[in-house]
């Protein structure tokens, strides 16, 4: 029998693109930086996650001194027709709600 350390399929619940929208709600002034360590990405992947999640209008950026300040798009409908009906507001809600205790 299989030990299931080098054949095991490995897969998340969240994508990137989720992570990187939590980490943002989190922190609308986060640098890509501190995104990318949070999530275990490279900066470059996370600048192209802003990028598909700004085309498609998840959220929006300002530019303030030499930092941008992201806004996310709290009423936006998910994206898959399978999510259809919650928002990103909603999503939020529930990801970025804290345990009480351990529960």
């Given at each position: 029998?299989d ?6 399929r ?9 992570r ?15 995104i ?6 490279t900066e470059?992947a ?13 959220l ?8 941008n300040?992201?806004?996310v798009?709290a009423?936006?409908q ?12 909603e ?13």
């Amino acid at each position: 029998m299989d030990n299931g350390t080098a054949t095991e399929r490995q897969w998340t619940f969240l994508t990137n693109h989720a992570r990187v929208l939590v980490q943002i709600a989190r922190d609308p002034g986060i640098r890509v930086r501190d995104i990318a360590i949070c999530c275990l990405l490279t900066e470059r992947a996370v600048q192209r996650i802003i990028t598909d999640l700004e085309e498609a209008g998840y959220l929006s950026h300002e530019r303030r001194g030499r930092t941008n300040h992201y806004s996310v798009i709290a009423s936006k409908q998910l994206r898959h027709p399978a999510d259809a009906g919650p928002t990103v507001s909603e999503l939020l809600a529930t990801l970025l709600r804290h345990p009480v205790n351990g529960q």
